[in-house]
């Protein structure tokens, strides 16, 4: 299947690891930085409150099949297997964001002297979300 894609979950988590120590450093004056890491905060702590509130009702027997929780999900390890592919993108996206910020490039277009390092990166980041 794809359990391949489980190696791409610690690379999430090492270069977020020194990704935040990037936004740690220019947070405060840059004001893009401060949004885009509010706004992705945001929605990682909703997904983590919705998930952790699925798993505790289908924990608690209340996630039976007569209600929808039941079968839209199925078991808590579905809910942890959305919180992971969500960690996943969102995490891409957030250090790609945060890269350009802090670049002052928002737009991301390369220079023609890093063209090719550049789209080979992009190819490479996005290679897990084209497989099936």
């Keep these: 299947m794809l359990f391949w894609l489980l190696l791409y979950i610690p690379g999430v988590c090492v270069g977020l690891t020194g990704l935040f120590s990037l936004v740690s450093e220019t947070i405060e004056e840059n004001r893009n930085v401060m949004i885009i890491t509010s706004v992705f905060g945001a929605v990682t702590l909703a997904i983590a409150i919705v998930v952790g509130l699925v798993v505790c009702c289908i924990m608690s027997g209340n996630g039976s099949h007569d209600t929808i929780l039941g079968p839209i999900l199925g078991s808590s390890l579905a809910a942890c297997g959305v919180a992971l592919a969500c960690f996943g993108v969102l995490g891409a996206f957030y250090s790609d964001w945060i890269l350009a910020a802090t670049a002052e490039n928002m737009v991301g ?4 002297d890093n063209a090719v390092l550049y ?9 897990p979300f084209f497989s099936t």
Excluded: N
């Excluded at 789209?119 to 290679?127: E, G, N, P, T, V």
């Design 109 to 112: 277009a390369p220079s023609g």
């Design 119 to 127: 789209w080979s990166y992009f190819i490479a980041k996005r290679l």
